[in-house]
């Protein structure tokens, strides 16, 4: 029997972030692998139209929780889902369900964040930094926790070359960022927001940075744990091969490759392309989860979930694959047949953008409009080329991670949990 699934048996978790993709996937494990939890508590916002019922029930009865119904038919008893909004004070979660939440909750998983590159600062301080120091204060309170586990990125710092499994200080504190923003209007947050991010790249990964550092000044007694993942993409294995239900990372540009709109990226071939399925970092967080409870380390562990080191494939061998599938099972309705160059020089670039994408897309709606139907190819062309040039930061430079934590932690799995656990083959 693995020791981490049995650790999960009767434990009242709290996860946030849980319709997010990560968040998912983590329900997902924990109820086909520790039927006897107690409950999970996913603090859910209602969305699009959906009740919080309702976006439980649709995740539930989605592809991925198939396996869950065999093994835990009841589990719709086991999840309770909270109103809450993370970008409220006190996450405007009721009286009730705050005092429960204080008293029962054995662990927390947190995932949620707004990780769109190009959200306002004033927003992504409010989820990935005020919320998350929000919560550290929430599980201060509460008597019965024995791991708090928060999600990061490995690329929290991704304005160093070589990154190691500690908490680097921002050159702003972060309490500073959040008193300033109560007063500062929105023109000027957005003026100084340039100046405040200097090297990172955007304001995702600066909030992310910021976030750690809260969760490091905030940390009171606590018991917590860092888990920074790279770049998270569909299932390895489990519950079954490619699952994935957004279009973040990678998952967007590999549609438009496969359906021929993108045929050319600015990308340097011999960079890491440092993909982790989801299924491995869920695996990662459980066995943090477990380790950080039971062994209660003396300081604050920080582990990276990165493929890098162990695995190493570039962006060429990541394209040549993506095309050799595309080929074996090609996109429905596809606009040309799938086809990419990956250069790193920009005169290239911009030539191919002009001749490979724009100019198609141009004569593409010139045709709709002719045959009196709506053109939209150029918005949508317009769409992939903004979302490829937002990645392009990430594709054409490599990374070093250290992962002596998620070593250790390897090396202290049962043989059992070592099988089924984390490490990348
Ligand atoms: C031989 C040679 C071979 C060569 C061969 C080559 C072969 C070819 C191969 C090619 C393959 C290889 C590729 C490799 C590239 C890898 C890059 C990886 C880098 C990853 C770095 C990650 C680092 C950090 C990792 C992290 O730490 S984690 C977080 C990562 N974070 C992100 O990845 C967010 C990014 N994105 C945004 O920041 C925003 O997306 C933004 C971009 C601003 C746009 O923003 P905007 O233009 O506003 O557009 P949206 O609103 O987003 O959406 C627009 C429309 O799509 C709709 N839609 C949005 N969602 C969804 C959804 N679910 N489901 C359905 N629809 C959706 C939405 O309804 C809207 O439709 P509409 O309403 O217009 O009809
Ligand atoms: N995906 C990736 O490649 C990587 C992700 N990470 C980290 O993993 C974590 C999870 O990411 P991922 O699952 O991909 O992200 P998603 O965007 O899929 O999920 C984000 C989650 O946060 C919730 N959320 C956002 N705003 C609020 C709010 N105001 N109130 C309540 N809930 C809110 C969302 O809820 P709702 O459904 O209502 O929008 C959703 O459940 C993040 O911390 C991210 O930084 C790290 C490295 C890579």
């Given at each position: ?109 947190h995932?949620?964040a ?13 989820l990935n930094v005020t919320a998350t120091r929000q919560l550290l ?13 928060h ?60 976030g750690?550092?809260v969760v490091?000044?905030e ?207």
């Open positions: 029997m693995s020791m981490i699934a049995a650790f999960y048996g009767g434990k009242s978790i709290l996860i946030t972030g849980a319709t997010g993709f990560l968040g998912k996937v983590l329900m997902e494990k924990l109820f086909r692998t520790s039927p006897d939890l107690k409950v999970i508590y996913i603090l859910v916002r209602p969305k699009a139209g959906q009740t919080l019922q309702q976006r439980v029930f649709q995740i539930l009865n989605s592809k991925l929780f198939e396996k869950v119904k065999e093994v835990c038919p009841n589990v719709h008893e086991k999840i309770r889902a909270i109103y809450a909004d993370l970008s409220q004070n006190d996450f405007a979660i009721s009286k009730e369900d705050m005092q429960e939440l204080l008293s029962c909750t054995n662990i927390i998983f995932c949620a707004t990780v769109r590159f190009d959200d306002t600062l004033r927003h992504a301080v409010q204060l929430m599980a201060s309170q509460m008597p019965k926790l024995e791991a708090f586990i999600i990061s990125t490995a690329y929290s710092n991704c304005n160093l070359k070589h990154i190691d499994e500690v908490i680097y200080p921002c050159p702003v504190e972060p309490k500073k960022i959040i008193d300033s923003l109560e007063w500062l209007d929105d023109a000027i947050i957005e003026e100084i927001a340039p100046k405040l991010i200097r090297d990172w790249p955007n304001i995702y990964t600066y909030t992310k940075a910021l750690e550092m490091q000044q940390s009171r007694n606590l018991n917590i744990a860092i888990i920074r993942p790279s770049i998270v993409g569909a299932t390895w294995q489990e519950p079954f091969p490619g699952w994935v239900d957004n279009i973040n990372g990678p998952n967007g540009l590999i549609i438009a490759a496969g359906k021929g709109f993108l045929r050319a990226l600015k990308a340097t071939p011999k960079a890491v392309a440092d993909l982790i399925p989801v299924d491995t970092v869920v695996n990662l967080m459980l066995a943090v989860g477990w380790y950080t409870a039971v062994h209660r380390p003396k300081s604050m562990l920080v582990y990276h979930c990165t493929s890098g080191n162990l695995n190493p494939c570039n962006w060429h061998k990541m394209g040549v694959q993506v095309l050799a599938t595309f080929e074996k099972i090609p996109l429905e309705r596809a606009f040309r047949r799938p086809y990419a160059n990956f250069t790193s020089n920009n005169f290239t670039s911009q030539y191919w953008n002009a001749v490979s994408h724009r100019a198609p897309a141009i004569i593409y709606d010139c045709y709709l409009r002719l045959t009196g139907r709506k053109p939209r190819m150029t918005k949508v062309m317009n769409q992939i080329l903004r979302t490829a040039s937002m990645l392009e930061y990430f594709i054409n430079r490599s990374w070093e991670w250290s992962t002596y934590n998620t070593e250790m932690l390897m090396s202290e799995l049962s043989p059992e949990d070592q099988r089924v656990s984390i490490a990348p083959t």
